[in-house]
């Protein structure tokens, strides 16, 4: 058994040397290439960008080959294509509509003559009338009623600092140039992770699941 495990072992290496070696192979021939264009200044092509973006994404000794420019270049360059990916892409869909006018007037009047009436409440009456809209749009035009002055937010989280949990979402990308949502919370006493997920699709339900 001892015997089987270090020969396991042995191949993994083996072949894990020989795929940095033919990392290390291609790398060093595409810079080669670069060299001999007839150019004064190092000419980098948009091609020449996209292969190291995407070899330092799968080789983890990448910076070791690299002559023609330093790590950090080839780091920018991923944030380039990622910006000029996503810019291009929000192009295509128009943003969100703006609400009626009508429908605006009547959440501030239905919170305004109902004050103890909450955003869930108001949204379910506009749709008894036949308009279907967000909760995030009623808290958007709702009546904001004064409140009576209470403890500043300082004082709040002195007291109860160790019962509080914060939760955020923020994101990552990937080299396939794909945005993963990372869902976290942190208890405010010790600064500790309590909980985290991660998600291509954030919907509400699945963010409920996570808190419960």
């Not at 080669?32 to 996209?50: C, E, F, G, M, Q």
């Not at 609400?99 to 004050?115: A, D, F, V, W």
Request: some cysteine; proline content about 5%; charged content about 25%.
């Amino acid at each position: 058994m001892q015997f089987t495990k270090l020969f396991f072992i042995a191949l993994f290496k083996i072949f894990s040397c020989k795929a940095d070696l033919i990392a290390e192979n291609i790398s060093l021939r595409q810079q080669l290439a670069i060299y001999k264009r007839k150019h004064k200044r190092i000419p980098i092509k948009n091609s020449d960008r996209l292969f190291w973006i995407f070899i330092s994404k799968f080789w983890s000794k990448w910076k070791s080959a690299l002559i023609i420019v330093k790590p950090a270049t080839v780091v920018r360059w991923h944030k380039n294509l990622f910006k000029i990916y996503w810019c291009l892409k929000s192009r295509k869909k128009p943003g969100r509509p703006k609400i009626e006018t009508e429908i605006r007037r009547l959440i501030r009047k239905l919170s305004q003559e109902n004050p103890k009436w909450g955003v869930p409440h108001i949204k379910s009456e506009l749709a008894l009338l036949g308009y279907d809209v967000a909760e995030s749009t009623v808290a958007k035009y709702i009546f904001k009623h004064p409140k009576p002055p209470s403890q500043t937010w300082r004082t709040f989280l002195k007291n109860h600092a160790a019962d509080i949990v914060a939760c955020d979402f923020f994101s990552i990308y990937t080299v396939t140039l794909r945005v993963y949502y990372v869902f976290i919370m942190l208890r405010h006493s010790d600064r500790k992770i309590v909980h985290f997920n991660i998600t291509q699709n954030p919907t509400m339900e699945w963010t409920l699941q996570q808190i419960r």
